[in-house]
């Protein structure tokens, strides 16, 4: 079946970076574009970046363009999250998602405090 495996997120103070990684499995990763999904307590689960099934394309929420950068490995079936200047804002679970299934994995936290 469809699943994601998210790491790397952790305590970070702000102005600092992190490096999120997703591995996919069960589909054609290299046909599907991909996307990072970030939620807080309370709040619906918000689109931050995607990215198309060949990495040509991407897009971003605004809160996050030109600070994050997402990017894919089609041989290795992961694709990642680069984050700099993170704000306390930043902070949420992270999930990486593939567009055209509904299946989400079990995310990673990334806290942004002094």
């Known amino acids: 079946q469809v699943q994601f495996v998210e790491s790397g997120g952790g305590l970070v103070q702000p102005g600092g970076s992190l490096r999120l990684s997703c591995v996919a499995s069960?589909?054609?990763?290299?046909?599907?574009?991909m996307a990072w999904y970030r939620r807080t307590p309370g709040k619906e689960r918000e689109l931050v970046a995607r990215?198309?099934?060949?990495?040509?394309?991407?897009d971003y929420a605004d809160s996050v363009k030109g600070r994050f950068t997402i990017s894919r490995d089609n041989t290795k079936n992961m694709v990642h999250l680069q984050m700099n200047s993170l704000k306390p804002e930043d902070t949420a679970v992270y999930y990486c998602?593939?567009?055209?299934?509904?299946?989400w994995g079990q995310g990673t936290q990334v806290t942004v405090s002094s």
């Open positions: 990215i198309s099934s060949t990495g040509g394309n991407t």
């Open positions: 998602k593939a567009v055209l299934f509904e299946s």
């Open positions: 069960g589909f054609t990763f290299r046909n599907v574009p």
